[in-house]
């Protein structure tokens, strides 16, 4: 129904206004997971919702994702509405520190990679996420592309991870 293939998926999203460094996170993770989907073998995916910027959605949907990235599929989307089903399609999430994404991640069992916070009201986000254990903190583009292919290769990490978010849900 989302248009994903049945593979591993990274989702990516800048919150409904879309904004911090998305270009810049899409460009990293395209990169790093195109490289990882090469040296394993197994294709990768990755979805990124745009929110209202349409700037940015534009951009990224006019890329010739599979000349560029091989083994990589690349999915853009600009605001939607079900965001609790493309999580769930998910196997991690790059996403701003915002509560109700992180909580919805968390009951989702979905591991999250943030990217930013808003300094004061978002730090407590970020602290409950790794205090828990399902989630990192990637302030440069780059970091957050390899820790997520970190990730994928180490199946047993991404597992207990997802494990921490469900219990941190409770």
Partial sequence: RLGLESQKTVLVTGGGDGFGQLGAIVDATA??????????????Q???ICG??????????????????PGLTVVVKGFVTDMETWMAASDVLLTKAGPGTIAEA???????????????QE????LHVLEKNFG???KRPNNAAR????????????????????????
């Fill in 31 to 44: 990169e790093e997971l195109s490289r990882t989907a090469m040296t394993t073998g197994r294709p990768l």
């Fill in 46 to 48: 990755l979805a990124v």
């Fill in 52 to 69: 209202r910027n349409d700037k940015i959605r534009k951009s990224l949907e006019t890329r010739d994702w599979e000349r560029r990235y």
């Fill in 106 to 120: 968390a009951a989702l069992g979905l591991p999250v990679i943030l990217t930013g916070f808003l300094p004061g």
């Fill in 123 to 126: 730090r407590g986000n970020v």
């Fill in 136 to 138: 990192a903190l990637c």
């Fill in 147 to 170: 820790t997520v292919a970190d990730w994928l290769k180490d199946p047993k990490r991404l597992d207990q991870m997802s494990h921490n978010a469900l219990e941190s849900a409770k």
